[in-house]
């Protein structure tokens, strides 16, 4: 862990803070979030969250839009959570990667239940 820089260590600190605020948050309008990855910038006064969010588009967009509008909230709370002289601004980015992921599940496991049919009679041949 010695070779790990400062930036790092303050990306993994604030991903695991900002997953515990936005599980604590009250608005109906976020739905089913998880933070995938933050970056930091390197004078550490700037946050990318990236996010994932289950649902469907409306939702997603609707949970955009309360994430945004939180921005403050979340930024006071983690600056309660960890002590650095500035508190980072957070900005928050949509990540596809998991429903890009549920989606390969999906698409191998159809391969896998129909794979039978759709191959047998050309591997007789």
């Given at each position: 862990m010695a070779g790990r820089t400062r930036a790092e260590r303050l990306a993994d600190q604030a991903r695991i803070e900002i997953s515990a605020i936005?599980?604590?948050m009250k608005d109906p309008r976020v739905g089913f979030v998880s933070v995938t990855e933050?970056?930091?910038?390197?004078?550490?006064?700037?946050l990318k969250v990236f996010v994932s969010i289950l649902g469907r588009e409306e939702e997603?967009?609707?949970?955009?839009?309360?994430?945004?509008?939180?921005r403050g909230f979340v930024?006071?709370?983690l600056g309660?959570?960890?002590?650095?002289?500035h508190t980072p601004?957070?900005?928050?980015?949509?990540?596809p990667?998991?429903?890009?992921g549920s989606r390969v599940v999906e698409?191998?496991?159809?391969?896998?239940?129909?794979?039978?049919?759709a191959g047998g009679p050309a591997e007789e041949k």
């Open positions: 936005l599980r604590k933050v970056e930091v910038s390197p004078d550490l006064r700037h997603r967009e609707r949970t955009m839009a309360a994430l945004e509008h939180a930024r006071t709370e309660n959570r960890i002590r650095l002289r601004e957070v900005v928050f980015k949509y990540d990667s998991l429903e890009r698409l191998l496991s159809q391969i896998r239940d129909g794979g039978g049919q």
